[in-house]
């Protein structure tokens, strides 16, 4: 790394490994922002160092806030942080500076959202959000007599999955495989249950493939317990070091791969941006990658069945990987 690189490392805590969800970042702008605000102006190291960031992901959050707001989305709907020279300038944005106002039906909306959404798996009780609908809920009008009722289908295959997850149990899964029209048999021990983009996963230990992957719920056919309880510690360890990865963030660079036969189960370990099924019965599978290292690993498990298609310059990567390997062993 370059030495202004490695300064912006220094201003903050260690990076973590892999992108960062944008959960994680919002999560953070929810504290970092007031805390801004009410100092309205200070320096870029101080604020990483306040935080535990580096300076890169400072501004990159920082930068991300500053085209957030409200309509018509003009410059005073956006909240007003920017960076000079190596300054962070926060202003309270006009938005705030007058008591936000709510209709009923706007209150009632947001209630109900919220209620909502503590209800589906994973969810926490205790939250800013919570704590700030409680207090709406005192200024809203006698419940008795304008009740929201709030029903959510379930999802058999979802609770066995969250059970199995609480009880460390291990499982047995018919999964569906679009990409090779198929269904086989996987046992799984759950790391991991989250939703995305209207689908839900479980992200597992597989022992067929002996890696973490990504199994897509609605594609399950059926659930049976075999009986053996595992080590969720573990488990759950690798499934957040499988998780930081971020695959669905817009950041990251695409890769398109050709996989055939034995490296077929590439289209379906990791979640996809495209695939395309060609006469030929290879696959060409689009998905979002982390780190050069990241997919140079990917492609020697696929081995002489999984090549790259774009961009131009990862097609050496798989030489390139075997003959690193081959020399450590010389």
């Given at each position: ?316 990567l798989t030489a390139a990987t075997a003959a690193a390997v081959r020399a450590k062993y010389r």
């Amino acid at each position: 790394a370059s030495g202004k690189s490695a300064a912006k490392r220094k201003a903050g805590a260690p990076r973590r490994r892999g992108p960062r969800s944008a959960s994680d970042r919002v999560a953070g702008l929810l504290i970092i922002l007031p805390w801004l605000m009410k100092r309205k102006r200070v320096r870029l190291s101080t604020v990483a160092q306040q935080f535990r960031m580096s300076e890169e992901d400072l501004v990159a959050d920082l930068q991300m806030a500053a085209v957030c707001g409200v309509p018509p989305y003009t410059p005073d709907a956006l909240v007003d942080v920017f960076i000079d020279d190596g300054w962070v300038v926060a202003e309270i944005p006009k938005l705030f500076s007058r008591p936000l106002r709510l209709t009923s039906a706007e209150m009632y909306a947001i209630i109900a959202m919220v209620e909502a959404a503590q209800r589906l798996p994973g969810a926490t009780s205790r939250s800013a959000l919570t704590a700030a609908v409680t207090k709406l809920k005192r200024l809203a009008p006698d419940p008795d007599e304008t009740a929201v009722m709030i029903d959510l289908p379930k999802d058999p295959l979802l609770e066995e999955l969250q059970h199995a997850q609480r009880e460390s149990l291990e499982l047995r899964i018919a999964y569906f495989n679009p990409s090779r029209s198929e269904t086989s048999n996987r046992t799984i021990r759950v790391g991991k249950i989250f939703s995305e983009r209207g689908h839900w996963y479980v992200l597992a230990d597989d022992e067929k493939s002996g890696a973490m992957r990504n199994f897509r719920v609605d594609r399950i056919q059926s659930i049976d317990r075999t009986g053996k309880v595992y080590d969720q510690a573990d488990v759950a360890r690798r499934a957040e070091s499988e998780a930081d990865r971020d695959w669905f963030g817009d950041s990251l660079e695409t890769v398109t791969l050709r996989v055939r036969d034995d490296a077929s189960w590439i289209a379906e370990a990791y979640p996809t941006v495209s695939r395309t099924k060609n006469r030929d019965g290879s696959i060409d599978v689009t998905l979002r990658i982390t780190t050069e290292h990241w997919l140079s690993r990917l492609l020697l498990r696929g081995g002489r069945n999984a090549t790259v298609v774009s961009p131009a310059k990862y097609q050496g990567l798989t030489a390139a990987t075997a003959a690193a390997v081959r020399a450590k062993y010389r």
